[in-house]
């Protein structure tokens, strides 16, 4: 009986590795590892292009929310901010901070935590992911409240004085 369950185990084992072998085969991965090698580019170009892409986001949705009245604008703003909020917390963490991490072997959290910490400022915890929800709900929480102070003025026609042509 032993041999028979360990044979039985070889083959079972096998199997998995044959799998695994067809898992890791994936033709678009090949053609684009060639493309890269071809163009030169190398996995630090990649994880400079997602940390140029994370910041870019950040700018977008920042200069939207201080600078935007358009209620539909900052509404597509929440939007994007929630659906980077879900995706925090099902994979535990930034898609673009774990692309990073990836690629570079560090991230723009990491490195903006340094920062914090040369300036005074530092967290007591050390998880990503609760700092990165914070963040987040922050930020929406402004953009709602902009929102909702929006719809309050217009609903009571209250008008800012628009001297310097500031406001729509």
Request: glycine share 4%; hydrophobic share 40%; charged share 25%.
């Amino acid at each position: 009986m032993d041999e028979k369950d360990e044979t039985n185990e070889k083959d079972e084992t096998n199997e998995k590795d044959e799998k695994d072998e067809d898992l890791d085969y994936n033709i678009v991965r090949d053609i684009s590892k060639k493309i890269l090698e071809r163009l030169g580019i190398t996995e630090k170009v990649i994880g400079l292009i997602y940390i140029n892409i994370h910041f870019f986001l950040i700018f977008l949705i920042g200069f939207i929310a201080a600078f935007n009245n358009n209620i539909y604008h900052l509404c597509v703003t929440l939007i994007v901010i929630s659906f980077d909020a879900l995706s925090v917390v099902i994979l535990h963490g930034c898609p673009l901070t774990t692309l990073e991490q990836k690629y570079l072997k560090t991230d723009a959290a990491f490195e903006r935590r340094e920062s914090f910490k040369k300036c005074g400022i530092v967290y007591k915890c050390e998880h990503e992911y609760e700092k990165q929800i914070e963040g987040l709900v922050n930020v929406w929480t402004i953009i709602a409240v902009k929102c909702l102070c929006i719809i309050f003025l217009k609903m009571f026609n209250l008008k800012l004085h628009n001297y310097n042509n500031i406001y729509n």
